[in-house]
């Protein structure tokens, strides 16, 4: 009787990937090796090495090239070699956070804080700097603040937008808090800022920049929340693009009444 499979067992797909595991551990521990010697080393069927090769193929974390030859040229093609990618490699974990980590540790360490604080900013230039005529083209901060969500997904931050207080804003309410939230849903270098968050701080102060008004970071992932989020208020009969505001206090500032002054955060600064 034929044997039935269930691919939606769970602890069937489980073993599954712990085969295609394996397989991928041998490529990367001494390949590149044919599917015959995959299969001898592992001991299972070439038929259940080559499907899990496929899989590779096809997710492009292995590739093939063409065995040397040993002898007279015979008939048939030559046998193929499988090899991991880079992406496949990475099934296997890196050390990169930890060697950057030591590396802005040593630069910490005999080039001080500023030297720092200056590739945190080198590197947030490098990362929006391409997209900069993109992201400022639009006239206000919320159509800027998608754009840089577009900017930063592409660099692999899987980024989105969500607009705030756009009820009182559109019924032109004014001084109401309204504008967006720019989430970031990955940070490829999370590990680093947690130790560094003159990274963060670089990244806030870029896009505040790029938008053309001040911005307030509510969440970081290198904190430990579930995304990156910065607020990006826009208030009903203010300029898109406000002066700076002197970090001095004013000697003659009356103190404000509680309806006056800068309006909550909407969603009480929780993240979106």
């Known amino acids: ?35 015959v010697v995959v299969a001898e080393q592992l001991g299972i069927s070439p038929t259940a090495v080559r499907r899990h090769l496929d899989a590779l193929l096809s997710d492009g974390e292995a590739e093939t090239r063409d065995a040397p030859r040993r002898g007279p040229r015979g008939r048939g093609r030559p046998a193929k070699l499988f090899l ?22 040593f630069l910490a360490e005999h080039a001080g804080e500023d030297a720092v604080r200056a590739f945190a900013e080198q590197r947030i230039e490098k990362l929006v700097g391409p997209h900069r005529s993109a992201i400022t083209a639009p006239g206000d901060p919320a159509a800027r603040a998608e754009a840089l969500a577009t900017a930063l997904s592409r660099e692999g931050y899987a980024a989105s937008t969500r607009q705030v207080g ?48 001040h911005v307030q970071r509510l969440a970081t992932i290198a904190r430990g929340d579930s995304a990156c989020t910065t ?29 006056e002054g800068t309006a909550r955060i909407p969603n009480g600064g929780k993240p979106a």
């Open 166 to 213: 756009a009820g009182a804003f559109e019924k032109g309410a004014p001084g109401q808090n309204v504008g967006a939230q720019l989430c970031q849903h990955h940070c490829p270098v999370a590990h680093v800022a947690a130790e560094f968050p003159q990274l963060c701080e670089a990244e806030t102060e870029a896009f505040a920049q790029l938008l053309g008004t």
């Open 231 to 259: 607020h990006v208020p826009v208030t009903a009969g203010q300029p898109a693009h406000p002066e700076p505001a002197s970090t001095k206090p004013s000697k003659v500032a009356a103190k404000p009444r509680p309806s």
């Open 84 to 105: 991991l990618t880079e992406p496949g490699r990475a099934r296997f974990g890196h050390a990169y956070d930890d060697l950057a980590v030591s590396a802005i540790r």
């Open 1 to 35: 009787m034929p044997r039935v499979t269930h691919p939606h067992v769970p602890s069937q797909v489980s073993a599954e990937g712990k085969t295609r595991q394996e397989v991928a551990r041998l490529l990367l521990e001494q390949g590149p090796m044919t599917a």
